[in-house]
């Protein structure tokens, strides 16, 4: 479920849709949680859709470590890729905002992390990096794990409108990382290796 403060926009001609935030969103706040309403497809699934089915899965979905397509039901599934992305995932199933998301800004994903299938390029954003790869985790996973613990102990002072997708246990795992009790788990535990 994508974080309440936000509306689906469109952004222009080339990107279409987005998500943008209508309120400001600090950094450290749960912007998105996988919930029981999300679907996830298997690649045998996959693999037996026509191939309308399968062209909406590739546009809309990502893959998780299983290599299950999951498909978000709501606006999630509209967050665009940037090179410097304002939302990362985690290896607990929620995106954090890992800096400040003012209102009228999109939220955004790299999408270098969600287990792509094929190679794009990405919008030019004036950054080293042009195009997106699906082994990108592997290569970026330590910059992109600093960047997540640089604001995940903010996560349970924020106010966190999401908070109740997250189960108490889980909760409890996010203090124990944000007070220093406990190590965070690295999003490289996201990437999935294709079997050959």
Known sequence: MIHPKTELKFINKEIGYGVVATEFIPAGTITWVLDQL??????????????????ILDTYSYRNNKGNFVLCWDNGRFVNHSFNSNCFTTAYDFEIAIRDIHPGEQLTD???????????????????????????????????????????????????PLRVLIKDDLWNKIERIASGKEEMDSILNNYYIEKT
């Not at 996830?40 to 996959?46: C, G, I, K, L, V």
């Not at 030019?124 to 960047?147: A, C, M, S």
Request: hydrophobic share 35%; proline share 7%.
């Open 110 to 160: 790299d999408y270098g992390y969600l287990n792509i299938t094929e190679p794009f390029e990405g919008v030019d954003e004036g950054t080293e990096r042009r195009v997106v790869y699906p082994d990108d985790l592997l290569n970026f996973h330590k910059i992109w794990d600093q960047q997540i613990l640089n604001v995940f102990g903010k996560i349970p002072f924020n106010e966190q």
């Open 38 to 55: 999300d679907r996830d497809f298997s690649p045998e699934a996959f693999n037996a859709m026509d191939p309308i089915y399968k062209t």
